[in-house]
């Protein structure tokens, strides 16, 4: 089967070029993203192998069923930006739901860290032989609560590793699992108690814009905020609105709503035409990373042994659960 890879990069090559000769998968790697326009350089391919910034709208599920395609191998967990609707009785969709849980949660943590003892300000300072710590002052996490949103597996390897750090674990989530341990509380609960939030919950209906002006008036004066799941969980705006009000002790995003121009990508010669990206980066509290959580050696195997395997179920006439149907 012939298999049209897009948004390639260098590092995607890694582990599935050495992958394919166990598989027997011819892999066509392509640079550009999918979407109307692009959607015709998978002619002759019988699937099309997606990133979370590749379009996949109604126009686009008809010209690749057109050419022949039949199967979408998402490599990664998202699938917010694939009209399944339209998919459906068309497109067999698959993603890959969890690849390195592990990976995203310790680098929450790190993110935690850096912005609560301004890390990042610090190697920053240090680089231009400034060596003074005033302004760098940061809190004791131990005895802090952590609200954590959404317990997934993502989820509970965060509840696991901020409960290293000695701190309270309270979580919300709308379908809760009672035998894990944790405490679930509503999100009015959540947002009061908390000094750390953490998102780990996919974007729904329903999740979109979980924080917005309301919820980020119900939090503590002083919260640090930490999403590395989905930009669309925050209402930007109102962030920026509450950030200019010093409402946060820190932010720190490792995504971001309108992240699919940007991440990913060598703007550094560019002129950035995002006034809302631009105001988030100039706060001295905020740290913005480009969606990068995921990124470990093991996830990028896990990834392309998932990926592969995938399609090799649906060459059998196999239905695992990593099918992903329109309801």
Known sequence: MKIAFYDTKDYDKIWFEKLLPEYGYEIVFLESRLNEKTA?????????????NDELNKETVQTLFNFGVSVVLMRC?????????????????????????????????????????????AYARTRDYNFKISGLMGTTLKGKTAGIIGTGKIGKEAVRVLSGLGMKIIGYDMYPDEKSGIEYVDLNRLFEESDVISLHCPLTEESKYIINKDSIGKMKDGVILVNTSRGGLIDTAAL???????????????????????????????????????????????????????????????????????LRAYEKGEKPNNVVEYK
Do not use: W
């Open 40 to 52: 015709v350089l998978a002619k002759g391919c019988k699937a099309v192998c997606l990133f979370v």
């Open 240 to 310: 920026i609105e509450a950030l200019e009000k010093h409402k946060f002790k820190g932010v720190a995003l490792d995504v971001y709503e309108e992240e699919e121009e940007y991440f990913f990508e060598d703007k550094s010669n560019e002129i950035i035409k995002n006034d809302e990206l631009i105001k988030l980066l100039s706060f001295p509290n905020v740290l913005v990373t480009s969606h990068q959580a995921f990124f470990t050696e093991e996830s990028l195997q896990a990834i392309a042994e998932i990926t592969l395997n995938n």
């Open 77 to 121: 967990a998202g699938y917010d930006k694939i009209d399944l609707k339209a998919c459906k009785d068309k497109l067999t969709v698959m993603r890959v739901p969890s690849y390195s849980p592990t990976a995203v949660a310790e680098y929450t943590l790190a993110m935690v860290l850096s912005i609560n003892r301004k890390i990042h300000r």
